[in-house]
């Protein structure tokens, strides 16, 4: 047998082997590819990601709750996407897989101990939902993450898990309007490296050419999410939802005059509020000067946004 084939065959039977939530074997299997090449750069960066997350699980079992467990298992995502971007500039994406597959589906062992004791207030359904996601079961998870988002209507985070999931299901127009449901209530809480979908992956890229990144690039997603024709559908405002929305226009406006807050956030909070006030607007057919007024105000803080819109 050829270094070539003996080095392959061994990567696979890793990756077969975290896919079923074998870490131990999958360690060793990589190490033994490691003696046929040592410099093998797959295999070095698939025995470092492997090593990352073995190191994190073995806190796993201080913890006592099944739902702590679970949740400390999902909170790991972030430190890692830091770790791959501190370490790495090339990734392997049938590692990640295999990752992604062994990391949701040890989460999910924990989540379905509570579930089958009758457990489901939201955040178990929330969870659950994205392992489901994660292992690739989108069907399933779109039950959780419906049940889940039926009790947290303004949550960010499981509007968008919901999002993506309608969209990996090809349901786009309920994609499309979760999504902007999701970032208008806080993009902050949106994890977007673990939304899946081409969608969103795809208006994530076009913001980030344009120079945005880090926070900033969850609160200007919506902006160009509009403007990009991606978060088309759109939907008449309760009364109360009104009020909400033009007191919040109110106090970024404030805010921004005042000077008093420079994080840089009001400014596309301010502009995709307006996108709403406008879709609205156009939706019970009110007076059109209401709208230019606002078009105005959008013209004032951020003239390639107006000029990009009234294409």
């Not at 040890?106 to 994660?134: M, N, S, T, V």
């Not at 969103?200 to 997603?221: C, F």
Request: net charge negative.
């Amino acid at each position: 047998m050829s270094t070539d084939v003996s080095v392959e065959g061994l990567v696979q039977k890793a990756y077969n082997m975290l896919k079923a939530s074998n870490a131990a074997s999958a360690q060793e299997a990589l190490e033994e590819a490691l003696t046929f090449d040592y410099d093998h750069l797959e295999v070095k960066y698939g025995l470092k990601c492997l090593n990352w997350w073995i190191q994190q699980m073995r806190r796993v079992p201080e913890l006592q709750d099944p739902y702590d467990k679970g949740g400390y298992i999902l909170s790991q995502w972030k430190p890692y996407y830091s770790f791959l971007d501190h370490y790495f500039t090339e990734h392997y994406d049938r590692c990640q897989y295999a990752i992604r597959i062994f990391v949701y589906s040890a989460a999910f062992e924990f989540f379905k101990e509570l579930l089958e004791e009758g457990k489901r207030d939201p955040g178990i359904l929330l969870q659950a939902g994205r392992c489901y996601k994660g292992t690739g079961n989108y069907e399933e998870a779109l039950v959780y993450l419906k049940e889940a988002a039926g009790s947290m209507r303004e949550d960010s985070e499981t509007l968008a898990e919901l999002a993506d999931v309608n969209a990996l299901l090809s349901e786009h127009r309920a994609a499309k309007a979760l999504f902007r449901e999701a970032f208008f209530f806080d993009p902050q809480k949106i994890e977007l490296r673990s939304m899946e979908s081409e969608m969103i992956v795809r208006l994530k890229d076009k913001v980030r050419e344009m120079g945005y990144s880090g926070a900033l690039l969850a609160e200007w997603l919506p902006v160009y999410g509009c403007l990009f024709g991606v978060f088309s559908v759109k939907r008449e405002l309760k009364q109360a939802e009104l009020g909400k929305l033009k007191q919040s226009i109110f106090s970024l406006e404030s805010d921004i005059r005042s000077g008093g807050k420079t994080n840089g956030f009001l400014k596309p909070r301010l502009i995709n509020r307006y996108f709403w006030l406008i879709d609205h607007y156009e939706n019970i057919r009110e007076d059109p000067e209401l709208i230019e007024e606002i078009m105005l105000k959008i013209k004032l803080i951020e003239p390639a946004v107006y000029e990009r819109y009234t294409r």
